[in-house]
């Protein structure tokens, strides 16, 4: 077995069009709680059996349709590394590249995988 500096999966980020009524949604359906909203970033968090989900409003957001393939699903997966220099480098030695746009560089680093995904690599916790 290889080792990795993925440590582990902070959250599940699922685009939508209202962050707060989706969040409200999945608070429910799974027994959890809201523990973040932030309405002026189109965002809220949601903590439920030791599962966090996001929620990240999209402008022109498509909803998917199942089981077509037109507007398929969206997401992004956020996993933390013991070291975000280490990580971004075996991210792509896995085929995974970084972004161009990064909106905060130093706090995390967004790449993208060989299917186009986007997803975090967050550092470890102070």
């Known amino acids: 077995m290889t080792t990795t500096p993925v440590t582990g999966l902070i959250a599940f980020t699922i685009d939508c069009s209202d962050a707060g009524r989706l969040a409200r949604f999945y608070a429910d359906l799974m027994g959890g709680?809201?523990?973040g909203e932030?309405?002026?970033y189109g965002y809220a968090q949601v903590t439920a059996r030791d599962?966090?989900?996001n929620f990240q409003?999209?402008?022109d957001y498509a909803r998917p349709e199942w089981p077509g393939q037109e507007h398929?699903?969206?997401f992004h997966l956020d996993l933390r590394v013991s070291d975000l220099e280490l990580g971004v480098k075996?991210?792509?030695g896995l085929g995974a590249a970084e972004a161009p746009e990064q909106p905060a560089r130093d706090s995390y680093r967004v790449m993208i995988d060989p299917d186009g995904h986007p997803f975090c690599l967050c550092p470890p916790r102070d």
């Open 38 to 40: 932030y309405p002026e």
């Open 51 to 53: 599962a966090t989900l």
């Open 90 to 92: 075996h991210a792509a």
């Open 72 to 74: 398929p699903q969206q």
């Open 33 to 35: 709680e809201i523990t």
């Open 57 to 59: 409003r999209v402008q």
